[in-house]
């Protein structure tokens, strides 16, 4: 069946500038991740939503960051005013949620975001 | 505070030389351990989870063992389809959530 799909893969914008990255996560995951990724880094947690609500938004580095989940499917991570250090890939994942721990979570290939 | 390491950060086999990759951590009431293969410019696919100490899994080349404290990804006999960066995550039960925190990972070269 399909993956977890995102959009961009790649997004370019100049700095001061909002962007918008696009989550479908695999039909029936009701647990949605954000993390970002940056070059030859690991994967910082931003945000998770069990449904439509984030009961973990800790990750977010700062409030130009935010997240919504419409319909229990579809996520958009926002950036406002975006800055260089936000250049990083930005990760989403999927899972069945927390009836079901253990189980694993699966990706999508990413958003590449560059900031000039 | 949950913490992962993996070590090391980088090895570079030949191919047919066999070794292990380590993930250590510190969490409060481990649920699961996971190991990610992940391939340039591709996100983490799932290889492994492993729930107990003791517990192995197998696929392939790769096997994945789990004590209280670590985690190893052992490789025998790899080929070069094997370089990638493997990473373990640890998940933990969080404000009534399981929380999943990755290591940074191994970058793994096997050479021809």
């Known amino acids: 069946g399909a993956g977890v799909s995102q959009s961009p893969s790649n997004k370019v914008t100049e700095k001061g500038k909002d962007v918008e990255l696009r989550c479908d996560p695999i039909s029936g995951h009701t647990a949605l991740y954000w993390y970002r990724q940056s070059l030859g880094q690991g994967l910082e947690f931003l945000i998770y939503?069990?449904?439509?609500?984030?009961?973990?938004k800790s990750g977010l580095p700062s409030d130009r960051f935010s997240a919504e989940r419409t319909g229990g499917s579809v996520s958009t991570l926002t950036i406002q005013r975006t800055q260089q250090e936000d250049s990083a890939v930005y990760l989403c994942?999927?899972?069945?949620?927390?009836?079901?721990?253990?189980?694993?979570?699966?990706f999508g290939n990413g958003t590449r975001l560059t900031v000039t | 505070e949950d913490q992962v390491t993996q070590s090391p950060e980088a090895l570079r086999l030949q191919e047919g030389e066999s070794s292990s990759l380590n993930c250590s951590y510190t969490?409060?009431?481990?649920?699961?351990l996971f190991w990610y293969r992940q391939d340039p410019g591709k996100g983490p696919e799932f290889l492994f989870t492993?729930?107990?100490a003791g517990e192995e899994k197998e696929k392939e080349r790769l096997k994945a063992t789990l004590t209280k404290k670590e985690s190893f990804l052992h490789i025998t006999a790899p080929k070069p389809e094997d370089s990638a960066t493997y990473l373990c995550?640890?998940?933990?039960?969080?404000?009534?959530?399981?929380?999943?925190?990755f290591g940074t990972g191994t970058k793994l070269q096997v050479i021809p």
């Open positions: 492993l729930y107990s």
């Open positions: 994942a999927s899972s069945l949620g927390t009836d079901s721990y253990n189980s694993p979570l699966h």
């Open positions: 939503f069990q449904g439509n609500s984030a009961p973990d």
């Open positions: 969490v409060s009431g481990l649920r699961g």
């Open positions: 995550a640890v998940q933990v039960p969080f404000g009534g959530y399981q929380k999943v925190t």
